[in-house]
């Protein structure tokens, strides 16, 4: 994705990260789906933004280990 940017009455194209628009997806179920989130700061008390199913959520997004 390409941005323009002014500074100084000149343009600038910048590079920004696809992650800043589409967090990456979550590592685990996010639960119910209803705290969305648009930036990691919208998440509060350890959650994480990250892609899910349901949109874009704030989630634990903790690594599931099955024993087995």
Do not use: W
């Not at 930036?39 to 704030?58: P, R, T």
Request: net charge positive; aromatic share 8%; glycine share 8%.
């Amino acid at each position: 994705m390409l941005l323009l940017q002014v500074q100084g009455g000149y343009h600038e194209l910048k590079r920004k990260p696809k992650y800043i628009l589409e967090p990456p997806p979550c590592r685990s179920d996010p639960g119910n789906c209803t705290q969305f989130c648009t930036i990691q700061e919208d998440c509060k008390n350890g959650l994480q933004c990250c892609s899910a199913f349901c949109g874009i959520v704030c989630s634990l997004n903790k690594n599931i280990n099955y024993d087995r």
